[in-house]
Structure formats: structure tokens, C-alpha cells
């Protein structure tokens, strides 16, 4: 009798789009299905994670990289790593430069060196010799798939900033077509993928607390948590009139620097 065994990976990619194609995070949404199609395991929702831009650095035009999880079974793991290796052969676009990268929690969990290296690719131009002896000592796969390769670095850097739980904007949008609508904290997490509400400034809001839904409801990666932040409503006019509601979703601008 074979007993199924489970593990947590991180999935990322990055530099797999040009600037007439699909951005890499519906590549990242498109892989992510494949996984559950084939019955391989489960996945979480995607983070973009924003890395360091300079004229060094080949990028479409935000340089950010794609990070996701999954509950795998141990038995598909090869079998995911070639299906990756495959899917981004088929359809990365011309021009591209991409890099993928899975990750077994248990061989990264409390890295300082992958946590030190996720941080200074957002600061500093990195190299891919140094993406792939790190990603060897680490035992995790890294590969290229085409142009350059550069995609590596932001690929290795995507696994550890998700890993630390504290950077990178979710993809994806919550509420849609209910802007203006004003729900509890409570409404809110329980019609949507969002954990938790806070403020700027990372003071939780209590349950019965309401907030005014704006335009485009879009959570951070907090704690490891969805997690959608608010504006005082004084602070934040949609309509030109004022608003009463203590609370506002965070308007889209505010949100740049995750």
C-alpha cells in the first residue's frame, strides 16, 4: 500500500513576457491550474514581488517576478519541474529571458543567505552565477528557459521574499463590482481570499469595523497573510463628497512600494 506524502513548495517565475504579451503573472495563474488539473496538489494565490530596476538589469517594464505555493504530492514533484521546465519553453514570449525556480520548504525554511539575497535584489543588480550557487547549496531547482537566463535572479529572489512572508502585492482583484459598498471587516474575509484588514500603519481592524469598498479592492502579502489595508476615510475622497465611513480600501498608488 503506497501512502501519500505531502510538501510545501514555492513555485516562481520571472522575465517570461514582452511588452505585446501576457504579463508573467497569468503565465504564473496559467501553471498554477495545470497543477491542480493533473491532480498534483493544491496552490495558494500569487504574489508580485517588485524588484531592483536598472539599465543593467533586463525587464519588460517593472521588473517583478511571480511567487506561489503548493501542497504537493512528493510522488509529482519531478514530474513539476519538467512540466515547468516545458510550459515555459512553449510559452514564454520572444525576447524573454526566463527564469523558474521550485523550492521545498524544508530546504529553505530559516535561510538567512536566500532571506539576505531576496532583499538586496530589490536594492542592487545581482548575478546569475551567484542566483545558481546559491539555489545549489540550497538543493532547490533554478533554471533558464531561453534569451539570457537572466530571469534566475528575480526567480530565486521571488521564493525568499514570499518565504518571508512581508513583501509583494497579490494578484488579482477582490469584490469586484461592488466599489462603493460598505461591508464589516468580518463581510469582507468572508466573501473574499482576504485574511485580515489593517491600517497603514499595521493596526489590525476589529471585526465589526467598516470599511467603504473603492474601484479596485487589492490585498499586500503581511505575516504571511492576504492582507487589505485602509485609509482613513477623511483622508481619501472618491466622489468629491465627503465620506463618512472611519475606514477606505487603500487606493492603488499608496500600494506601489509592496
Known amino acids: 500500500m503506497t501512502t ?3 510538501e510545501k513548495l514555492f513555485i516562481s517565475l520571472d522575465d517570461t513576457d514582452n511588452l505585446e504579451s501576457l504579463g508573467t503573472g497569468h503565465l504564473a495563474a496559467a501553471f498554477a491550474r ?3 488539473k493533473y491532480g498534483w496538489g493544491t496552490t495558494t494565490f500569487i504574489s508580485r514581488h517588485q524588484l531592483y530596476v536598472h539599465d543593467d538589469i533586463p525587464y519588460t517594464s517593472h521588473n517583478s517576478a511571480m511567487c506561489f505555493t503548493a501542497e504537493l504530492n512528493l510522488a509529482h514533484h519531478q514530474a513539476l519541474v519538467e512540466a515547468g521546465a516545458d510550459f515555459l519553453l512553449k510559452e514564454s514570449a520572444p525576447g524573454s529571458d526566463p527564469g523558474f525556480c521550485v523550492a521545498p520548504l524544508s530546504k529553505i525554511d530559516g535561510s538567512h543567505q536566500l532571506l539576505r539575497y531576496s532583499r538586496r535584489a530589490k536594492e542592487e543588480v545581482l548575478t546569475k552565477s551567484e542566483a545558481y550557487a546559491l539555489a545549489a547549496s540550497l538543493g532547490i531547482h533554478l533554471s533558464e ?3 539570457t537566463g537572466q530571469g534566475v535572479v528575480g526567480a530565486l529572489a521571488a521564493v525568499g521574499l514570499r518565504l ?3 513583501d509583494g502585492r497579490i494578484k488579482g482583484k477582490h469584490l ?4 462603493g459598498k460598505c461591508l464589516t471587516v468580518d463581510e469582507i474575509c468572508q466573501r473574499s481570499a482576504v485574511d485580515a484588514v489593517w491600517t497603514m500603519d499595521y493596526r489590525p481592524l476589529k471585526e465589526n469595523e467598516k470599511v467603504l469598498l473603492g474601484e479596485k ?5 503581511l505575516q504571511h497573510q492576504s492582507v487589505l489595508l485602509v485609509v482613513p476615510g477623511e483622508d481619501f475622497d472618491m466622489t468629491g463628497a465627503r465620506i463618512d465611513t472611519p475606514w477606505v480600501t487603500c487606493p492603488r498608488h499608496l500600494l506601489q512600494k509592496y
Open 145 to 147: 528557459h531561453g534569451g
Open 4 to 6: 501519500n506524502r505531502f
Open 34 to 36: 495545470c497543477i491542480e
Open 176 to 179: 469586484e463590482g461592488m466599489a
Open 164 to 166: 518571508g512572508g512581508n
Open 217 to 221: 479592492v487589492k490585498s499586500v502579502l
